[in-house]
């Protein structure tokens, strides 16, 4: 047992860590449909729940701020919207949804299947490891909420307007492959190592996405 007043031995700290991993994984990995834990990885794939710079999202979606269209949502913010108040530094008018935002200046805390989006209307929609890490989770999950995913990645599509781009990672190939090209143009980058970010530096195998919608 380990007590406060004792040094903090990081050793031994870290063997139970792994212990515990290890036993998670023998129970988690018995339920399929959580499909965090693969037969071939040793640990827990680790979901991330975290805020990014404005620039490091830019540069994940490769987004072009000189041809950026306005206005721009970003779906799924962070608490902080930081890429919505970067934008806005910028001069350009951009809000964000998310259900934990601190600042309400410019971005709505709702929760974005309470949240209507208006067709026609957003230039730019931004979803950097947010409303796609979720629906993917939904897709592969047996009892996710996939349907709702499905029908608001729709709402999302119809709310750009002509000419509008969709940013998001990760990508959705489940769904990409029935959006029709005479409405949607896709187009996927593989996202590289990005300067040991990552921890491991593993392969990432991730991409991120741009969708277009064609005039019409
Ligand atoms: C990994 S963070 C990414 C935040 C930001 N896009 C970034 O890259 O810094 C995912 C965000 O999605 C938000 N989120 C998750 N489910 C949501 C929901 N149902 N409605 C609104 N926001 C949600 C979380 O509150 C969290 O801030």
Redesign the pocket.
């Known amino acids: 047992m380990l007590y406060l007043y004792e040094t903090i031995n990081l050793d031994y700290v870290n063997r139970i860590v792994m212990k515990h991993q290890l036993k998670l994984r023998s129970i988690l990995g018995t339920i399929d449909e959580l499909r965090i834990f693969p037969k071939y990885e040793k640990f827990v794939i680790s979901i991330?729940?975290?805020?990014?710079d404005a620039e490091f999202?830019l540069n994940i979606l490769n987004i072009n701020l000189e041809k950026i269209k306005e206005p721009i949502l970003?779906l799924?913010?962070?608490?902080n919207a930081?890429l919505v108040y970067y934008l806005r530094r910028l001069g350009m008018e951009a809000y964000g949804?998310?259900?934990?935002i601190k600042n309400t200046l410019y971005a709505i805390k709702?929760?974005?299947?309470e949240y209507e989006l208006k067709p026609n209307y957003w230039g730019t929609i931004i979803s950097?490891?947010?409303f796609k890490?979720?629906f993917r989770r939904n897709h592969f999950k047996k009892n996710g909420n996939h349907i709702a995913y499905a029908r608001k990645y729709m709402e999302l599509l119809d709310s750009l307007k002509p000419s509008g781009e969709f940013y998001y990672t990760p990508d959705l190939p489940f769904i990409e492959q029935f959006l029709s090209s005479d409405s949607y143009i896709v187009e996927k980058n593989d996202i590289k190592d990005i300067g040991g970010f990552f921890e491991y530096n593993e392969p990432l195998n991730i991409q991120s996405v741009k969708i277009k919608k064609i005039n019409s």
């Open positions: 991330p729940c975290s805020e990014y999202q970003d799924g913010c962070g608490s930081k949804i998310d259900r934990t709702a929760d974005w299947f950097h490891l947010s890490n979720h």
